[in-house]
């Protein structure tokens, strides 16, 4: 390499976890893609070897093993002068195991240990890693190179440590997931640390779903001030070569890809049908089966699981009972034709009265209500899950936020099923993306151009057909209103009087607030499904089953200032209580 130029190629790919052989194959093939470019160095994200995030699974020693093994074999291959390694997995030293970034060269092996463990959100990294020392850099052919491992950036002390010890350039490798907004948040981190410690840096992100998270790559560069020079593709593999020189200021990127990223509702949709390929893919299902019912929720699903595979691994069934309406076998038969899948209808009256005649000595003198309601849903259910049992199709559940938040679902009913990539998606969000797939489909989708979700489901009403003339609303305030709600309570963890003050009713507020809370032990057993907004059902929010807490929506008091504690007791205005 010559004296004043670094050729950094970044690996921005999707590892699968525990796949330590497969992984290593995708690290070994970008390795040659990065000499084919002619680099010196290549970079690959945090703990690629394992997966990210691998969870207790790092605490096996025999995954320890595993990974260890993989990394001494890329560490040998580096000592053909070819082009070194930056690389992640989880490193035993001395009974402590660390998120470790190795670099590889000259078939030597230098690591350095994250130091900042986030515990927060739908990251556990405490419960498995010890965090490592403050670190200094490594030395790269002469280059002094700083390697803040992801969270390590997002507050000041790692970066200070390393620029006052000397690193030229900072190489950030990171498992960042996806939620709306993370894209201009990782930018003002990023230029944060730029602007403290006065060197570039680059910000490389993993790219995949695993589980619940999406990562969506768009990794990026920035020069010492602060100026955008490297942007990667958003929900794309790639491996993209960037040049950097060394001036009289330092090190500068003269040559860099630079792509527009997918942003708002776009970046959204896209995760959503990454989310559900890689959860299927990585699964090894041969495809997915649905029920298309013809309203929004199983519509949108129908469309992302056909951009995500290909019309023919998507298998829909219209699933009808006697409150079906004649619009919406329409409208299912016109979604199944605009996404070319294959489409099917079983009348569920079979199961259902089957279901009612075995209850009827059980349930005699008592009124219809939504027990019989529930067994429509559960027939499809059930119906559904033995097609996925015959055919090792795996089952996609269509229930949305709204509904998940308030328990607008049944439990082995229309919650069955393997994978849900609406789950973090309000009711009025399905619609918004829904009308923006009719007019756009991201990168790399394997669906069809145009309309794809009939107008007429985007414009009625929104109804389970469980009873004659039902409509959601019946039982649930407007969605526009429940949403704000929601947002309030979920995201926001407001006070029942602050959604109040938003203009919201009080009696509304507060059965929505008892109805989110009494729908906890559906959550506990639904589908994993797509995190998209910063606080998920799942990973991010975790409530309790049992729990008697209501809010009364009274405006909080402010603390009595008179009420003083002395040594465990309590004392107003001087005397013992």
């Known amino acids: 390499m010559a004296k004043n130029q670094l050729r950094l190629a970044l690996a921005q790919l999707n590892p699968t976890v525990g796949d330590v052989a497969g992984n290593e194959a995708k690290a070994r093939a970008a390795r040659a893609e990065a000499a084919r470019l002619g680099a010196d160095l290549v970079m690959f994200t945090e703990l690629f070897l394992a997966g990210y995030p691998a969870e207790d699974l790092v605490l096996k020693p025999a995954f320890q093993d595993v990974c260890r093994d993989a990394c001494e074999r890329l560490a040998r291959e580096t000592a053909d002068g070819g082009p070194g390694m930056l690389i992640g997995l989880p490193w035993r030293e001395e009974g402590e195991v660390y998120n470790a970034y190795a670099l590889l060269d000259n078939g030597a092996i230098t690591v350095r240990f994250k130091v900042d463990l986030p515990n927060y959100g739908v990251f556990d990294e405490k419960r498995i890693f010890a965090p490592g020392p403050l670190p200094g850099p490594v030395n790269f052919r002469g280059i002094r190179i700083g390697i803040p491992v992801c969270e390590d950036i997002w507050t000041g002390d790692v970066?200070?440590?390393?620029?006052?010890?000397?690193?030229?350039?900072?190489?950030?490798?990171?498992g960042s997931p996806y939620w709306r907004g993370k894209t201009e948040e990782r930018f003002n981190i990023a230029a944060a640390r730029v602007t403290e410690s006065g060197l570039p840096i680059v910000y490389l992100n993993q790219m995949g779903g695993q589980d619940e998270l999406v990562f969506d790559g768009a990794s990026f560069a920035l020069n010492a001030d602060c100026s955008l020079v490297a942007q990667l593709p958003a929900y794309a593999e790639t491996v993209a070569l960037t040049v950097w020189e060394k001036g009289p200021d330092g090190w500068a990127c003269v040559d860099a890809p630079m792509v527009v990223v997918e942003e708002g509702e776009e970046a959204d949709y896209a995760a959503c049908v990454l989310g559900l390929r890689d959860y299927v893919e990585k699964n090894r299902f041969p495809g997915v089966v649905l029920g298309l019912s013809g309203g929004i929720d199983s519509a949108i699903c129908a469309a992302m699981a056909v951009d995500a595979l290909g019309a023919e691994r998507v298998h829909c069934l219209m699933l009808?009972?006697?409150?079906?309406?004649?619009?919406?076998?329409?409208?299912?038969?016109?979604?199944?034709?605009?996404?070319?899948?294959?489409?099917?209808?079983?009348?569920?009256?079979?199961?259902?009265?089957?279901?009612?005649?075995?209850?009827?000595?059980?349930?005699?003198?008592?009124?219809?209500?939504?027990?019989?309601?529930n067994l429509q849903s559960r027939a499809r259910g059930t119906i559904l899950m033995s097609i996925s049992n015959k055919f090792g199709s795996m089952v996609v559940t269509t229930g949305n936020?709204?509904?998940?938040?308030?328990?607008?679902?049944?439990?082995?009913?229309?919650?069955?099923?393997?994978?849900?990539?609406?789950?973090?998606?309000?009711?009025?969000?399905?619609?918004?993306?829904?009308?923006?797939?009719?007019?756009?489909?991201?990168?790399g989708a394997l669906g069809p151009d145009g309309i794809v979700i009939?107008?007429?489901?985007?414009?009625?009403?929104?109804?389970?057909?469980?009873?004659?003339?039902?409509?959601?609303?019946?039982?649930?305030?407007?969605?526009?209103?429940?949403?704000?709600?929601?947002?309030?309570?979920?995201?926001?963890?407001?006070?029942?009087?602050?959604?109040?003050?938003?203009?919201?009713?009080?009696?509304?507020?507060?059965?929505?607030?008892?109805?989110?809370?009494?729908?906890?032990?559906?959550?506990?057993?639904?589908?994993?499904?797509?995190?998209?907004?910063?606080?998920?059902?799942?990973?991010?929010?975790?409530?309790?089953?049992?729990?008697?807490?209501?809010?009364?929506?009274?405006?909080?008091?402010?603390?009595?200032?008179?009420?003083?504690?002395?040594?465990?007791?309590?004392?107003?205005g001087g005397m013992d209580i």
Not at 159 to 174: R, S
Not at 486 to 515: C, F
């Open 159 to 174: 970066v200070e440590c390393l620029a006052e010890t000397g690193a030229e350039i900072l190489l950030v490798p990171n």
């Open 320 to 373: 009808p009972y006697r409150y079906t309406a004649a619009d919406s076998f329409s409208d299912a038969e016109d979604c199944a034709k605009a996404l070319r899948v294959r489409y099917d209808t079983l009348p569920i009256a079979p199961a259902v009265e089957g279901f009612e005649h075995l209850l009827a000595p059980l349930f005699a003198g008592k009124a219809r209500d939504i027990t019989e309601e």
């Open 401 to 443: 936020k709204s509904e998940m938040s308030v328990g607008y679902a049944t439990l082995y009913g229309d919650m069955n099923g393997g994978f849900n990539p609406i789950k973090d998606l309000y009711k009025m969000e399905v619609y918004r993306l829904s009308a923006l797939r009719n007019r756009w489909k991201p990168a």
């Open 454 to 572: 009939p107008e007429n489901i985007l414009s009625k009403a929104p109804t389970a057909e469980l009873r004659e003339n039902q409509r959601d609303q019946d039982s649930l305030p407007p969605y526009d209103v429940l949403d704000d709600i929601l947002r309030g309570l979920v995201e926001d963890e407001l006070r029942v009087s602050d959604i109040v003050a938003k203009g919201h009713d009080l009696a509304t507020v507060k059965k929505i607030e008892r109805l989110l809370y009494l729908a906890e032990y559906k959550r506990r057993q639904s589908a994993p499904g797509v995190k998209v907004t910063r606080k998920n059902f799942g990973r991010d929010r975790r409530y309790p089953i049992v729990n008697r807490f209501r809010d009364q929506g009274e405006v909080a008091s402010k603390p009595d200032r008179g009420l003083l504690r002395t040594n465990g007791v309590p004392k107003v």
